[in-house]
Structures are given as C-alpha cells and as structure tokens.
C-alpha cells in the first residue's frame, strides 16, 4: 500500500495517479481502499488526504502539505484561513478544503483543469520512466514552463472524483513557444513559491503597498492614482499573451481588479497578487 516515491517537484495528486496505476484500479476502488469511501473528490492542488498520504509513505504532513500541494501557497496569501485550509487538506472532505481555499468566492477564476509541458512530460520519462504532474504548472494564472519557455498544455479534468487510471501528462504533445513575458512569470512564481514552502512568513499588505508607493503610484495613505495605475498595468498584461482572460483585468478602466487588492478588505485570488508584484518587480528590473 506504499505510495510511490516523490518525484522532483510533484503533485500528491500526481501520486494518487500513479499509485492507483501501478495496483491497476479504477477510481472508486482505489478511494474506497485509501479513504474507505468511494466518491470522495480529489482536487489536483488542493489534494486531500495528506494525514492517510503520510501514513504510506515516508514524508510527515507538513512536507506533503508545502511541497506537494498548493495549500501553503493559498493560505499564504490568506492567513485568516491558513489553519482551516491545513486542517481542511489533512482530512478527506474535498468540499471542506475547496471552500477554505476561498477559490468559489474568487471572480476572477480559470477553467479548472490539468497543465503541463510537453518537454518535460518527455524528460519525466527519460529520467524517472514515467510523466507526472508538476506543481509549479498547476499554479492558477502560470501559462508557460518555467524550463523550457513553452505554453503549457491544458488537459481536461475528468468529472468528480477526478482522479483516473493512467491519467497522465502526454508525452506525444507537439510543444510551443511561448512569449518571453510569460516564461519569465512562471520563472518569477516559481521563485515565490520556493519561497513560501521554505519559510513561515505570510503576504503582507503594507508591503505591496510600499512597493506602489516607490513607483510614485499614490498621491497621498492608501490615495492610488487609480487611472494611471490601472491604464499602465492593463497593457502590461496584455504581453502576457494569457489564454485565459478571465483571470486578468478586461480594459484601462476596469478599475475594480486592483481596488479591492488594494484596499487589503476583502480575500483575493493570489494571481492578482503575483501578477501586480511580478508588475513592480519588471519595472524595477527596466529601471536599473
């Protein structure tokens, strides 16, 4: 019953695949031998299970929790709901964990579904004898390979409990070129995310806000010169070349996708975070 072990950079639910693989069973069998319950939903970031997932294997729940799944880097940005979350992730309620990731409450949201690289689906198997899910590709708004500077594949998610036998990455898959801007965010949120599973620190609002200040974007304590800095980072995503829009501001006058991240009032989807301080960080690069 031992899962099998990590590979660099993979999912839990990566592991969920390839163990169920190896023993040959379909879904529901396999949750029902793991969980004792055969419907349970198996999210492929927000990946329950990690107390049983800890109890066959040889990492502790922390490990799994950080480097294996996104629920550190949710609860990151959203410290209120940090100790939910880890409970939440620990147990086997899919629909627990979901909520205390606050992802449901989220308007900007992408189509949920599996990424990866072609590249490194084949190198998986070159070096290691099978491809896998890796988790800085499942990081919500991360559209190229960090690696390889390819856009990442979008595979879809089967219907709950969403994990199937022999579900992973196709190594057939002819790569493509992605714009430069967006290989180098997924070098800058591969960077964050190191970073966020190594220490135990949590977003700080004030200094984002210091950062705004610095590039002369505010006109007096929390005064943001709105259509200034709205206008300039619109057309700044638009280099992005992001296939999902819907996780990006809409024109020069959307205005209400910085307010309330500014305003610090209200739980915001961590893209939004990464992407203006990604922002801030190109431009402090130019200026140099």
């Known amino acids: 019953m031992q899962l099998p072990t990590t590979l660099p950079d993979e999912t839990l639910f990566s592991r969920y695949i390839r163990h169920m693989t190896i023993f040959g069973m379909n879904e529901n069998d396999y949750l029902k031998l793991l969980f004792d319950r055969p419907r349970v939903s198996i999210h492929p970031y927000i990946t329950i299970g990690i107390t049983k997932a800890s109890q066959i294997s040889e990492e502790d729940e922390l490990t799994i929790y950080r480097q294996q799944t996104l629920g550190r880097f949710f609860a990151y940005f959203m410290p209120h709901k940090s100790d939910d979350l880890y409970k939440a992730m620990l147990g086997a309620d899919g629909g627990i964990a979901f909520r205390a990731s606050q992802l449901v409450s989220f308007r900007e949201s992408e189509s949920l579904s599996l990424k990866y690289c072609p590249l490194c689906a084949k190198e998986d ?4 004898g099978v491809s896998y899910w890796h988790l800085i590709h499942q990081v919500p ?67 984002l806000l210091e950062k705004i200040s610095k590039h002369g974007y505010m006109s007096g304590n929390k005064k943001f010169k709105r259509s200034v800095l709205t206008s300039l980072f619109y057309n700044f995503t638009k280099k992005l070349n992001h296939c999902d829009k819907r996780l990006l501001p809409y024109s020069e006058t959307d205005y209400r996708y910085l307010s309330y991240l500014l305003s610090g009032r209200a739980s915001q989807h961590p893209f939004k975070y990464i992407l203006i301080d990604f922002w801030l960080w190109s431009k402090l690069l130019s200026s140099l």
């Open 125 to 128: 198997v070159r070096c290691h």
């Open 141 to 207: 708004g991360v559209e190229a390979c960090p690696d390889h500077q390819t856009w990442l594949i979008h595979q879809e998610l089967p219907a709950r409990p969403h994990v199937k036998l022999g579900l992973l990455p196709n190594v057939s898959t002819r790569p493509e070129k992605c714009s430069f801007l967006s290989y180098k965010f997924a070098k800058f949120t591969r960077m964050l995310l190191t970073n966020i599973t190594r220490d135990t620190n949590y977003f700080d609002q004030n200094i």
